[in-house]
């Protein structure tokens, strides 16, 4: 799942990806452009990649989370604006339904 984006390139460069996390104005520039979206992820050729697969549980997750302060901020910072876009999509989306229902 990727998220936290400041730009389109960044959303585009992740195309393919199973879940984007897209703030409104993010996906009112996408709608709005002409580019067209390359996939640049996918299953089949993750698996032709030779990557030695890491054994984590949380206890140690929470150790490598802790080691990394950027991580750790930068998750922190990508919670708070997620947290804050998603009440501002719920403001968008009333505002629209209630424009709806006044016209019916």
Do not use: Y
Request: proline letters at 1%; one cysteine or more; hydrophobic letters at 40%.
């Amino acid at each position: 799942m990727g998220g936290a984006f400041r730009n389109e390139g960044q959303i585009r460069a992740l195309a393919g990806c199973d879940v984007l996390t897209i703030s409104p104005s993010l996906l009112e520039q996408l709608s709005s452009g002409e580019e067209t979206v390359v996939e640049h992820l996918n299953e089949a050729e993750a698996k032709k990649l030779e990557i030695k697969k890491v054994e984590i549980d949380e206890k140690k997750f929470r150790w490598m989370l802790n080691e990394d302060a950027m991580a750790t901020d930068k998750l922190s910072d990508g919670i708070r604006k997620f947290a804050a876009d998603a009440i501002k999509l719920e403001s968008m989306l009333k505002e629209r339904f209630q424009k709806r229902f006044e016209r019916i």
